[in-house]
């Protein structure tokens, strides 16, 4: 989901509002006051999903599928094979 942000920000095409958007839920993500709650198991990254959700929901319409390819290909750089099916069903409720 990150990798989704990131690449729809970078687009020409994504007007102000969603890369702020994109903006405020990257930086809640990255916060380190968020950083604590995340010690406790489960509940404490309830509010990260929620919230990298929010703001790739309000921001779908700009993640076209070259923002998608690119976010593919980074994580092929990373983790090299992966399993596709989870990538599909992130897809399927863009």
């Not at 990798?3 to 405020?24: C, D, S």
Request: hydrophobic content about 45%; charged content about 20%.
């Amino acid at each position: 989901m990150v990798l989704l942000l990131f690449y729809a920000y970078q687009r020409n095409e994504t007007p102000a509002w969603a890369k702020n958007t994109v903006l405020g839920t990257l930086g809640y993500f990255l916060s380190p006051i968020d950083a604590i709650p995340d010690l406790t198991p489960l509940m404490g990254y309830t509010d990260d999903i929620g919230v990298l959700s929010f703001g790739l929901v309000t921001i779908a319409a700009y993640v076209n599928q070259e923002v998608r390819e690119q976010a593919k290909q980074k994580l092929r750089d990373w983790f090299g094979n992966y399993d596709l099916k989870e990538l599909e069903e992130i897809d399927q409720q863009l």
